[in-house]
């Protein structure tokens, strides 16, 4: 048994991607583990947010979290502004991160490229994102190809806190799924699936109709040679639509291009409509059930009680470790 951590921004509705990529593995990871997973509300506001619009993300994300399978008995579902420990380990972390490391990530540099006024917040997050981690003694995180940097960043501070102060954090494993971890846009097979994509055609939300998910697969970008193979590079549209037909359905890849060997994109990609609309329809359906119930929130409050009790026993030996506040004497 492992202890896994995961954390997912509650900053719109979560995609297709989101749930190939992340969530499906979820489910299949806390049978046997010890699995935090966290609704990081703090990281959403690294950039502007509607205060109303994130109460509800964020309620939404916890209901998708449960509706996609997450069981609250064998897991530890919370939201991070709930544990308090996260911001305080997170500050204490940005003393032993260097400035030159951060301006480095990727992420940092894509969403600041070009504007005037940047939160420090945006520069500053992945001590917090490393916090979130260390504080559970976690050993396993599964991440996108996206956020390998992030990983390997909190490895690095993880290490340094070690041996500067005490050897008091587990030192992470990153795990990247082999099938499905990057969904690519239907439109623009060359980019990544993105819930913030302005064009509605790109992307499946999991909360979309049945109709919509038709549609959306059926006017998915693909070529015009009409041959169902996978080459990512001379064919990026259908590749895409195999990888995601293939994550739904836990065929190989290579199983599908034989069964349509022949056959025509039509009818292929009614199919993958098809195996998608089967994996989100009871999701939805659960999710409908939940969101406005009493029992999220009384859910949400067990995960935060849990949590809290995890991340402060760690917070204060981090605290002792470099000498923060008082050692009380006894009585």
């Known amino acids: 048994m492992k202890t896994i951590f995961s954390g997912i921004q509650p900053s719109g509705t979560l995609t297709l991607g989101n749930y190939l990529g992340a969530m499906k593995h979820f489910v299949d990871l806390q049978a046997d583990n010890q699995c935090y997973f966290c609704i990081v509300d703090e990281h959403a506001i690294t950039v502007p947010q ?7 993300n964020i309620k939404s994300l916890a209901a998708l979290y449960i509706a996609s399978g997450i069981d609250p008995e064998k897991s530890v579902l919370f939201i991070q502004s709930e544990v308090p420990a996260h911001t305080q380990l997170g500050w204490m972390l940005q003393t032993v991160s260097y400035i030159g490391e951060l301006e480095r990530m990727t992420q940092f540099k894509d969403k600041s490229d070009g504007k005037e006024a940047v939160s420090a917040g945006l520069l500053t997050y992945p001590p917090l994102m490393a916090s979130d981690i260390l504080l559970y003694n976690t050993e ?14 909190t490895r690095d501070l993880a290490h340094r806190f070690n041996q500067k102060f005490n050897d008091i954090f587990t030192i992470p494993e990153i795990s990247i799924p082999k099938v499905g971890a990057r969904i690519m846009s239907l439109q623009e097979p060359t980019k990544k699936m993105s819930k913030s994509d302005e064009n509605q055609k790109a992307t499946i939300f999991m909360l979309d109709t049945d109709k919509q998910i038709e549609k959306k697969i059926k006017s998915a970008v693909t070529d015009s040679d009409g041959v169902v193979t996978f080459d990512r590079e001379n064919k990026p549209g259908i590749s895409n639509l195999l990888t995601i037909y293939a994550s739904c359905t836990g065929e190989s890849i290579n199983q599908l291009v034989t069964k349509y060997e022949g056959k025509g994109y039509g009818e292929f990609k009614q199919d993958v409509a098809n195996a998608v ?25 067990e995960g935060a009680d849990k949590a809290n009790f995890v991340a402060t026993k760690m917070l204060r030996k981090a605290k002792k470790a470099m000498g923060l506040g008082r050692v009380k004497k006894k009585k």
Not at 280 to 301: F, V, W
């Open 140 to 153: 396993m995180v599964p991440v996108g190809e996206d956020q390998k940097q992030h990983l390997e960043l």
């Open 50 to 56: 509607d205060r109303l619009a994130l109460r509800k």
């Open 277 to 301: 609309i089967a994996t989100l329809h009871p999701i939805k359906e659960r999710y409908d059930a939940l969101i406005e119930s009493h029992e999220l929130d009384d859910l949400l409050d």
